[in-house]
């Protein structure tokens, strides 16, 4: 037998008796014959065949990297989608590069950097998070370059692209169910921007869900995600008159519920004995939070597994590229911060 360093490709398709396309194929994911897979894979574990990363994705004009394009590094949901991601990119030494949107800060927008990954070929696919009309430019741009696209969470139509979102119309209605059990009937809504579909989506699935218990939603406001948004809520809501106000309010995530949960108890409320809140996300300060903050949780880290995956496929089979959608389903975490109205 060889010795594992000499060990070469040819030599791993003569043994197997197929084509050097076939062994590149089996090694990359891609297309082949029940058979011919199985011959291959013997022999390369009988050789103990382990080809070169780097070199395997020079032979086939890539760069072993997938770029992830975000707009901006303070959304702390983002975290879990690493982890999917990379639990799919180390297995194939496949590299993840991160982009924000606004480098400089959130209120200032710059695309140059992705834009430079996609005419310099940096990237062999690009994963974009709650990508808007503003990034549809440089979503047309990377597909016109031939590199597959996925997009988690959007808030635009993308043909072509692979589309991972939450069951967001359901969580509302799950939601909806559990604050109408405890005897909501009046809930206040925050969301996020007004164009954000998730917003829409959990706001409409709200809306049903409370419709079936004779319930409704008394107010909705539109905002940016943010934690301060949910203290500014709270300022807001608390200069209301009481015939003004929900016994419960809905947050469109976690941040700005916990920012609106923190407003509420410098303002003295008691929380869920004065209000009830919940948000979106489970994300892990939503656990660490007193009381601990009832919301829907979103599988963020099955989200990215899957969009990488998807990237990784696209790269395996080109041609056979094709997009597509994914649904995650999303579950009620009940914890201190709903109870029943006063």
């Known amino acids: 037998m060889q010795e594992k360093n000499k060990v070469t490709i040819d030599e791993v398709a003569r043994l197997a008796k197929v ?5 590149s194929r089996v090694l990359n994911g891609g297309s082949a014959s029940k058979k011919a897979r199985l011959r291959v894979e013997e022999v390369v574990r009988q050789l103990g065949f382990s080809p ?4 395997r994705n020079l032979s086939m004009g890539r760069t072993g990297v997938v770029g992830f394009v975000i707009k901006n ?4 949901w983002l975290y879990e989608l690493l982890q999917g991601m990379e639990e799919q990119s180390s297995p194939t030494h496949t590299a993840l590069m991160l982009g ?5 800060g959130v209120f200032v927008y710059d695309d140059s950097l992705v834009q430079r990954w996609i005419a310099e070929r940096r990237a062999d696919g690009l994963i974009f998070a709650k990508a808007g009309k503003r990034e549809l430019p440089l979503i047309r741009k990377a597909q016109a370059a031939g590199m597959p696209v996925a997009l988690v969470g959007p808030d635009v139509d993308a043909p ?50 409370l419709r079936e218990s004779g ?7 539109f905002a940016s995600y943010a934690m301060d948004d949910g203290e500014r809520f709270a300022r807001e809501w ?32 008691r929380i869920p004995k004065d209000l009830s809140v919940t948000g979106f996300d489970d994300l892990p300060a939503s656990r660490m939070l007193r009381p601990g903050l009832t919301t829907m ?26 997009g597509g959608r994914l649904d995650f389903s999303m579950d009620l975490m009940v914890r201190q911060s709903t109870g029943k109205p006063l």
């Open 19 to 23: 084509a050097k396309s076939t062994v």
């Open 52 to 55: 070169s990363a780097v070199a």
């Open 73 to 76: 590094l303070q959304e702390e």
């Open 100 to 104: 924000s949107l606004s480098p400089a």
């Open 160 to 209: 072509g692209c692979l589309v991972l979102r939450g069951r967001n119309e359901d969580a509302g209605r799950e939601l909806a169910r559990h604050l109408s059990g405890l005897g909501h009937r009046r809930i206040d809504f925050l969301g996020g921007p007004n164009e954000s579909r998730d917003t829409l989506e959990r706001l409409q699935g709200l809306k049903e869900g």
């Open 215 to 221: 319930g409704t939603v008394l107010s909705v406001g």
């Open 238 to 269: 608390m200069s209301r008159p009481s015939s003004k106000r929900g016994s419960a309010v809905v947050a469109a995530n976690d941040a700005m519920a916990i920012g609106l949960i923190h407003g509420l108890q410098e303002q003295g409320l």
């Open 297 to 322: 949780r979103q599988q963020l880290r099955r989200m990215g597994s899957a969009a990488m995956a998807g990237i990784i496929q696209g790269l395996g089979q080109p041609k056979a590229w094709t």
